[in-house]
């Protein structure tokens, strides 16, 4: 036999006093018990139904074991006994766990159902206690003793019904399913049992509740379960009632809208005024009929309009759309300006606004003569102006602009992390918009402006994405023709826009965004070039910007220099112009106070307005010296010079080198050690002396980080010094690198080099011979104060460098007195 015969499915349960329906329901007596106290009857199994004392309920009834009890407890005029599964939810093929406490109950007419099942109504009477089960076939028949159930009322009991009277009194209030009748019935009832019977059929309690109250025998543990479901159910029912509160006050809300909006609609027609909407749907068709969209574009729109008129005013997306639409509509798709390709203009703008810079202005005429010859296959070209901060990158972006007559539009790139800023945002996001690019461009209102994106090379990228990725498609010549922006998810051509990037180093740049760009290095100004951007430009506009134009002011080019010299280390000019400035500030100042100003800047005027000098260049030595040599180098503010000590002193071997270096001037130094050694015999230097002395190396002003191979003959030369006693000529400057061979290898930065090295006094040069090209971008006449050696191995830089050794004296023996040890 099957589960499926044991069971009551598919029940419904609507509690219903025993007064109502009682014609519908056979009253037979209770079963008499024994001397003990226990009968026997038929039984029936129930799973998901519960039926409490006292209270009727309609049950499913399937052929089986349930139907054959039944039909015999009403031929028998009987009633039957409830027994309930302990745990529905996990049943096994043999017979299932029923709860010790059953409810004995009597069944009224049999109803024949449609789907061949029957149905009945079924009454609680009183609770039993299973003692055995007797019978299984055809049906079951149990043993079972009467459960009786305490009627006395103590003050704990009279409390705990009064609390679930209340407590039930809010629930019906909340619960528009239970009727106010349950209610009324309620309050009459004294008996604890009762009480706690007739609540627990009223509300809706899960199943395992239901199953726990009705196995519980004692009224007081009885009540106080039932209030704790009370008390839950409670909390539900504010908790819906405020939702729902919430809900009809928007619904109403919403209607009342609707409502002032019809009536405004009945007054603006009254007046001859239509409805602002639709005006604004006229005038958006309007626009899109004038404005020349691609094909793909207007398809889009006009989807859009047919979308947005059949929305109501008031929805949330209907602002979305709009914002799309104008996006679409305010672009500029086909708008062009014309480019002003006269060479010899933009030459004379390029002049006018720059001094110097003439490879990157080369490279511009070249590409505005070549547009000229072939305009409709020109491509444009992707530049990348990489220079130190101050050399004037951005602001010849705008003098390009200006010279071909196109529109420039600007966006700093500087600490761009996110993607979806070059991108934009799909619209599903809300408050969506296009990517900066776009943005820019509706800025624009031309499709092809110079567009700059500043700091390039300060991209970032974390969990949101990786910005410089999403500028792979946007600076590719061949893919930026169909650039597609997430908000816009159109296609829209940037093949005519002509992009220039600027970056201070190409190092952080991706190498495949790097690869799309060409690059145009702009060198630090050297001070000559100072000096007349100064004369030319800096001085005018500060004059300008502090309203002394009237007063001649003029600033002779020593008094220049000194302020490039001593007040400001850069590789630009912004702190010159600052300097300038001050300088200017201080002289209005003292014409506003009716005081005596000086009209031409002097050596004392500058140290008077802008303070003690705060910047010191190293100078040139004095003297020869042993173990001294003068390295040029580079930095980001243009050339310097520097000292490179070497000191000889007793210990085991060491080599220490200090001055704040990194990795690679260190390899550089013990290469140079290195070579040192091996040419001992060259040098005439006994090979036991490197056992016996420690050698230190040190390259002062040491809170500045230094690196690179450039110092490496440099460091060779007061080795070789320090070690055969001969001295190094104090007018020489090295720049190059060395291998343990003793060949040099060339270096960069020798524009910047040579002339700091020639600011200080230096006459002689030795740099590689392969570095003899760098030397086109030198002035004549620097070229023709130095002395300018190339080598190409240390045979010839000793030559040049070192002078005679000097005989030893008593005090200059320590390789002697180590030997002796």
Known sequence: MTNDNWFLDNTEEFPIPLKHRSDELYQFPNFEPDSNGEFECSAIIVRDLVVFPRMITPILINIGINYNAIQNALKNFETLVALYVFDPENLSDGQPEFLPIATEISVGKIMTLPEGDYSALIQGRRRVEIIEIIQEEPYFKVKARIVNEPTSKDRHIKALMRISKDLFEKCVQLDKSISDEAHLFAVNIQDPSWLTDMISSALSINPDDRRKLIAEINPRERLKYLNGILAQELDVLELEDEIQIKIQNEVDKSQREYYLREQLKAIQSELGEGDPFINELSELKEKVKNKQLPDDARLVVNKEIDRLNQMPPMSPETGIIRSYIDWIIDLPWFETTDDNLDVQHANQVLEKNHYGL???????????????????????????????????????????????????????????????EIRGHRRTYIGALPGRILQTMKKAGTNNPLFMLDEIDKLGSDFRGDPSAALLEVLDPEQNKEYSDHYLELDYDLSKVMFITTANTAMSIPPALLDRMEVIEFPSYIEDEKVMI?????????????????????????????????????????????????ICRKIARLKTESKSYPSKIESSHIEKFLGPQQIFDLEAEHEDEIGVATAMAWTESGGDIMPVEVLIIDGKGNLQITGQIGEVMQESAQAAMSYMKSKSGVFEVDPEIYENVDVHIHIPEGGIQKDGPSAGITIACALISAFTNRKIRKDVALTGEITLRGRILPVGGIREKVLAAHRAGISKIIIPIKNEKD?????????????????????????????????????KKPAKKTKEK
């Open 358 to 420: 003439g490879k990157v202005k080369d490279r511009l005429l070249e590409y505005i003569a070549v547009q000229k010859l072939k305009p409709q296959d020109t491509k444009q070209p992707i530049l990348c102006f990489v220079g130190s901060p101050g050399t004037g990158k951005t602001s010849l972006g705008r003098s390009i602009s200006e010279a071909l007559g196109k529109k420039f539009v600007r966006v700093s790139l500087g600490g761009v992390r996110d993607e979806a």
């Open 775 to 811: 030397l086109i971008d030198l002035s004549k006449k620097v070229k023709k104060q130095l002395d300018i050696v190339l080598v190409k191995h240390m045979d010839q830089v000793i030559e040049e460098v070192l002078l005679p050794a000097e005989p030893l004296t008593e005090t």
């Open 534 to 582: 100064s004369k030319l430009f800096l001085i005018p506009r500060q004059i300008h910007e502090t309203g002394i134009e009237d007063l001649n002011i003029q600033f002779p080019e020593g008094s220049i220099r000194q302020i490039i010299r001593n007040y400001t280390y850069e590789a630009g000019v912004r702190n010159l112009e600052r300097e300038i400035g001050r």
